[in-house]
């Protein structure tokens, strides 16, 4: 026996146990240690779990739904807000279109459009709350008091607004949302780098010849960023629910496309007569923000190094008792 | 005549006491104070020398500007006038850019050891940051770190831990191995055992002493605590109200202390004596230490001096070299005889 199975490609010289020790963590490929990691937070966080799981099975059931499913925007006015049954799993709607499969196609839609305002939002308050937070003196005024400005505006006002500017469409409106979000967004990444700018470390990076540039992105943009993710996760559901709104007073989707927003406005328009009409959209919305709430509070935890050691020693000691 | 380099594995190397690693030259730093147009002066004007080889013992009461010297030699914060050299070279005067290599030659170990460390790294990653950012990195430099966090003392276990699994004295031996990632010459210690607690501080001591040898450094050792710097210091200086009071050999300071201040802060300190066997005269300072946005006239040490007279409060006493190595900023002071004062003189230790 010369060797063993596992070291068979590595040179001879690699023989001693502290070369041994060291060569599989050298050898591996940053990618491949991100794809570890996040393999192991899946496993390890049942909010993750629940949360990626269902928007996978959402996006999976909108693409199934293109091939397989009825064409949500076929009108089949001899039955229109008719119950559940064997041939419209969820009813028809007022137009006697079925609300399952647009249900599906909305879910696309609608995904993207909070995707689109989430983006904007980030964009946008993230790097000029980072300058605002690190730089301060004026260019701190300057930024913070934009900020206040725009977050005295009633936020449907100036999302109107700003679709008035641009015309009506979703991409529009959803670009107009994240305008909306992007104050809150530049506050908070600004308190959080006053905070972590004091550090010592900070100083300490700087002792060792850090530049400016090197410093935001290994010790500020890392310590700041935490809660930033928490409430990105928020928006994503607010964001689902500023394009039903927008949709709903027929500045988002425009018709006959289906998106869980649309489908709520006009699903209400009929709350006396077909109730049931607004229970599934409004249960989707729901459910989905729930589901980015809960990765978001998984990713803030599995973030952390404190938090993550936290909960993985108590899920083992859960796990030991019977 | 070059001196040679000490090599880790050398016995004590040999001390050139003729050349100075570190040259300060009428430091000011004032600050912008808050409010009222005064600046707070947190350092008024401190020259100083530290030679190669040496520890140079900063100490005063907190707010007496010695924590401000230490962070304007690492160019933490600007001079307001005044010039820092560092083996000849003009730091206070380089730009960034330039200043980026010679930093791998001094180094700094901060209070604070929780707020030192980046709570999202962990310790190997913390103590590679120097290398990679100096473009060191090589895989020699980073075994290298392996055998540096041995050397302070933590074993292998310890590299892939984060900073909140480890003890305040732990972390402050990462902090120490940080600062000798890059070789440097000289190491800036800012009350660097102060947050620990006693029987961790005599460790660290200890372990800095010996790193000292081992690395052939000099120490600016910044603190409060009289005996804990006398320990390790060669030559102290003593600081109040953002100036230099005395400064000279650790023993002769403290064994006789030229400056009322020094005698002051050396009277004040504890003693393992009962009290019907205390010789030494009391020196009990009245009064707090005064604001620095408006510090006294004359002698800023005037006012709580219990021999103050008429020009101490007129005429800024000269830093004067009274002979023996030693400097002292009082106007009754002329030779290393002392204070012509009665009560003065050593304070005697049963």
Known sequence: ?322 | MTEPKPSATSVVPAVDRSGEILAIDGLKVHYKARQGKHPVRAVDGVSLQIRRGETFGLIGESGSGKSTIGRAVMRLVEPTSGRVHFDGKPISAMSRRQLKQLRRRFQIVFQDPTSALDPRKTIINSLREPLEVQGLATPAALDRVDLLLSRVGLNTSFRDRYPHELSGGQKQRVNIARALVLDPVLLVLDEAVSALDVSVQAEVLNMFAALKVEFGLSVLFIGHDLAVVAHISDRIGVMYLGKLMELGPTDEVLDQPLHPYTAALRSAEPEVVPPSDRVRHRILLTGEIPSPTHPPSGCVFHPRCPYAQEVCSTTVPEWRDVGDDRWVACHFVTSVDGHPHPTWGSPALG
């Open chain 1, 1 to 322: 026996m010369t060797s063993s199975p596992l070291t068979s490609d590595a040179p001879l010289a690699e023989g001693s146990p502290l070369v041994v020790n060291e060569a599989p963590s050298r050898r591996q490929t940053p990618n491949r240690r991100r794809a570890a990691a996040v393999g192991s937070w899946l496993r390890s966080d049942r909010r993750a779990q629940f949360g990626v799981g269902f928007l996978v099975l959402v996006l999976l059931a909108a693409f199934a739904a293109k091939l397989f499913a009825q064409n949500p925007l076929t009108q089949d006015l001899n039955h229109i807000l008719d119950g559940p049954s064997g041939k419209h799993w969820l009813g028809t709607d007022d137009l006697g279109r079925d609300v399952f499969s647009r249900l599906l196609g909305g879910s696309l839609v609608s995904l993207r459009a909070s995707c689109i305002a989430v983006g904007v939002a980030l964009l946008i308050g993230v790097p000029l709350g980072l300058l605002a937070g690190f730089r301060g003196g004026i260019t701190d005024e300057i930024v913070m008091r934009c900020a206040d400005t725009l977050l005295a505006f009633p936020g449907l006002v100036l999302a109107v607004g700003v679709v008035a500017m641009l015309g009506p469409g979703l991409t529009n409106a959803m670009v107009a949302v994240g305008i909306v979000f992007a104050p809150s967004l530049a506050r908070l990444m600004r308190a959080q780098v006053l905070s972590v700018k004091e550090h010592l470390y900070v100083e300490a990076a700087v002792t060792f010849g850090s530049s400016t540039g090197q410093i935001v992105k290994r010790h500020i943009i890392p310590n700041a960023v935490q809660p930033v993710i928490v409430q990105t996760s928020l928006l994503f559901a607010l964001s689902l629910l500023a394009e039903a709104g927008l949709s709903f007073i027929g500045l988002g989707v425009q018709p006959p496309d289906p998106s869980w927003g649309s489908m709520l406005g006009r699903a209400y328009r009929f709350m006396q007569t077909a109730p049931l009409q607004m229970i599934a959209p409004g249960l989707i919305v729901m459910i989905t923000a729930l589901a980015f709430n809960a990765i978001g509070d998984s990713l803030r935890d599995e973030l952390d190094p404190i938090r993550r050691r936290r909960r993985r020693f108590s899920r083992t000691d859960a796990s030991v008792v019977p």
